[in-house]
């Protein structure tokens, strides 16, 4: 029983190490590719992070814990918010929140507002994830030629070997085959010893564990002084965990049905969140630590709320 609960931390250090070799290994090939700074922003940056999140809701479904799945979802926007944005916020000193369109959060906030809809009626169809498969593509056309027409806010130039890539690709790839399996033996075997819920586990463990490239990646951009960059990560992030990683598994797995113990509170957090980024966007707070903090009180306010 022990050991198997030790698949939940060896999990969560090989979604980490996975989800960071494949992105390193993805903005090299970008970079030798010449692909605009902005598709490895938003596309390599944003959505490559969030693979350990797909790896991990399909591994879910498959050992058939809807549950887990979408509470990890649930839980890893929020996390990417109040955490992740939160502690990268502390850790800056300085007025680093650059401009960001914020078309690109208002397509994240309609994103979130689809999740809250199928987290209320408690299911997911396949024409639902064929709708947001497809997005996907239209979203980046339109972010790149129109939302963000002049902005190029990260320059990625490659120094590493086609060999070193491909090792890359290959270790990262494998790492979060492998530490999705562990990662949900672990859950699975957690929530049955101490009989916590299964959509707890998905909104916390769950999401923390799939978080954490996110936070890697959102960390060195605002210490890289590129505060836009970090946020683009974020809003890049949490519409993929939507419009791909839940597309994709439900066009997998079929027609998702899920338990109704949510609450409206996990809702109301959810979206929350969502208009906060829209608000630090638009207002570029000057005292960054201030926001950061209480981005980051607010999430273990909610941990401690739906753990009590």
């Known amino acids: ?36 700074p902005f598709v490895i922003g938003v596309f390599v940056l ?40 939160g502690v990268s916020l502390f850790l800056t000193k300085d007025k680093l929140v650059e401009s960001i369109s914020t078309k690109d959060i208002s397509v994240m906030i309609g994103a979130t ?16 994830a064929f709708l947001m498969v497809l997005s996907l593509p239209l979203y980046l056309y339109l972010s790149y030629k129109i939302f963000n027409k002049n902005d190029n806010n990260l320059i990625y130039l490659s120094e590493s070997s086609n060999f070193i890539i491909i090792i890359n690709l290959l270790i990262g790839f494998g790492f979060l085959i492998i530490g999705s399996e562990l990662f949900i033996d672990g859950l ?15 909104i916390s463990l769950a999401a923390i564990g799939t978080s954490l490239p996110e936070l890697s990646v959102t960390v060195a951009a605002f210490v890289r002084k590129e505060g836009s960059v970090a946020l683009g990560n974020i809003v890049g992030s949490n519409i993929f965990n939507i419009f791909g990683v839940l597309g994709i598994s439900t066009l997998i797995s079929g027609t998702i049905d899920f338990s109704d113990s949510f609450t409206s509170i996990d809702l109301i957090v959810l979206l929350s969140t969502s208009f906060w980024v829209l608000y630090i966007a ?27």
């Open 1 to 36: 029983m022990f050991l198997e609960t030790l698949f939940f931390p060896i999990g969560i250090v090989m979604l980490a190490l996975g989800g960071d070799r494949l992105v390193l290994g993805a903005k090299d090939i970008s970079s030798k590719l010449k692909v605009p």
């Open 46 to 85: 944003g959505f490559g992070t969030s693979l350990p999140e797909l790896f991990v809701t399909i591994s879910a479904l498959e050992n058939g814990k809807p549950d887990i799945a979408i509470g990890g979802i649930l839980g890893s926007n929020i996390a990417n918010v109040l955490l992740v944005m």
């Open 113 to 128: 507002i689809l999740l809250c809809y199928f987290i209320y009626s408690s299911s997911i169809i396949k024409p639902w």
């Open 188 to 202: 699975i075997k957690i929530s049955s010893n101490y009989g916590i819920p299964e959509s707890i586990i998905g």
């Open 282 to 308: 638009k207002n570029k707070p000057t005292n960054p630590r201030l926001f950061g903090l209480f981005s980051f009180l607010t999430y273990f306010l909610y941990m401690a709320y739906i753990y009590v």
